[in-house]
């Protein structure tokens, strides 16, 4: 099917924005990007431009309108690699153009309606409870037990999330949950001990193929605690068939529901001694270059074209939903001490060790490192493949190991 008469409106255009953005332009498609930053750099691609925050989805659709009544049709919206699907809905439902509702894209967004739904459809989840309310926090914390997890409700990137062992530290963890909560709301969640998995999954008209699969790799948490910050992960999993299918079949039915019937589903998961239970579902394209790259290279399927083509109504082929190859895919973060940097050495020899499919840093001269607190902090990564698992980890790990950081010396 063409798409060079079709438009395409994406919402947000940073670092990450830009892989699933060339995939889009090599489709034929013309492109209305939008973004707040007028500097963003997927914003080169666009055919139109429209400089608005991502977060403000009635913004976006007063601009997209404009656009239309200047002749431009859309043919469909996405999110590129950005956590804002009631932008995403705001924009779709007053359009008509495929997506989630607007119930879904709300209880996608906010992770304390999320589990209130999936608890009332029996879905598998961790115990939680709503301590906006600083009163009752310790009450609910005794009745959940220790260790738990303190998150906002609404917040991205990890940020204000923590891994509680004792009473004494809810205080002032519940302090900084609230900070990082635009609505100033705060959840608790029991902490489940097992191995944990990203998954996506394409969702046509109720219909679930769940591509993405990945083991989360949480080696820094002894030193990161109380955040919780992942280091990469990497595929095929380490888990048996049963297990994996269990994952899979698990997060299909907390994504119906969600009411998410057309679309991608992200899915946070583990697998407990009781078996898989959803951490968090999200109505999105992942970040971390998990659909963009990594998904593709396990997988031989162009993830983020599918999606795409799924935001335009379109419906997939079998040929489109089918697992091509299984080949090893790690991405390991870089490892820093905190400090102002001055130098950095290293860059061009570690993209060229074997299997580097991608290496990306994130700081500069003149750059700050402070001690990571929330995903947003983590200043580069590797992508790696290899025929084997333990090799692509290898292979990620040594081209990290090649970049060197100098810093300004301190004066004690």
Request: hydrophobic fraction near 45%; charged fraction near 20%; include cysteine.
């Amino acid at each position: 099917m063409t798409h060079k008469n079709k438009h395409l409106l994406i919402i947000g255009a940073g670092v990450e924005a830009c892989e699933g953005i060339k995939i889009a332009k090599s489709m034929g498609l013309k492109l209305i990007i939008v973004d707040g930053n007028p500097n963003a750099p997927g914003l080169e691609m666009a055919d139109w431009r429209i400089i608005e925050s991502t977060y403000h989805g009635q913004g976006i659709l007063s601009k997209t309108q404009a656009l239309i009544n200047m002749g431009v049709s859309v043919d469909g919206v996405i999110a590129m690699c950005a956590d804002v699907p009631l932008s995403v809905a705001t924009v779709s439902n007053a359009l008509g153009l495929a997506g989630l509702s607007l119930e879904s894209a709300f209880l996608v967004s906010d992770k304390l309606a999320m589990k209130v739904k999936l608890q009332s459809e029996g879905i598998p989840i961790p115990r939680f409870a709503d301590v906006s309310d600083k009163s009752i926090l310790t009450e609910q914390a005794s009745a959940i037990g220790f260790p738990l997890i303190i998150k906002p409700v609404d917040s991205r990137g990890a940020r204000g999330v923590q891994l509680i062992d004792m009473a004494s530290e809810l205080d002032s963890a519940w302090e900084l949950a609230a900070k990082e909560s635009p609505t100033s709301r705060v959840m608790l969640e029991e902490y489940l001990e097992g191995p944990q998995f990203s998954t996506e999954t394409l969702v046509d008209r109720g219909h679930y193929y769940t591509l993405g699969f990945a083991d989360r790799n949480y080696e820094w948490l002894p030193r990161t605690k109380p955040f919780i910050i992942e280091n990469g992960g990497d595929a095929p999993t380490g888990v048996n068939a049963n297990i994996k299918a269990e994952v899979i079949a698990t997060v299909e039915r907390a994504a119906a529901a969600l009411g998410i019937n057309q679309g991608v589903a992200k899915g946070d998961m583990v697998y407990t001694d009781q078996g898989a239970k959803v951490i968090e579902i999200a109505g999105r394209l992942s970040g971390g270059f998990f659909s963009t790259v990594q998904i593709p290279l396990a997988t031989g399927v162009n993830f983020i074209e599918k999606a795409i083509k799924l935001a335009l109504g379109e419906q997939l082929s079998n040929e489109d939903v089918s697992i091509k190859q299984q080949r090893a895919v790690a991405i390991r973060y870089l490892d820093l001490p905190s400090g102002k940097v001055i130098h950095i050495e290293g860059v061009s020899d570690a993209s060229s060790e074997p299997g580097i499919e991608m290496l990306k840093i994130f700081i500069e001269p003149g750059s700050i490192i402070y001690p990571l607190a929330n995903h947003t902090q983590r200043t580069g990564f590797a992508i790696a493949t290899a025929d084997d698992k333990a090799m692509a980890i290898t292979r990620a790990q040594t081209a990290l190991s090649k970049i060197k950081v100098v810093y300004e010396a301190t004066n004690k």
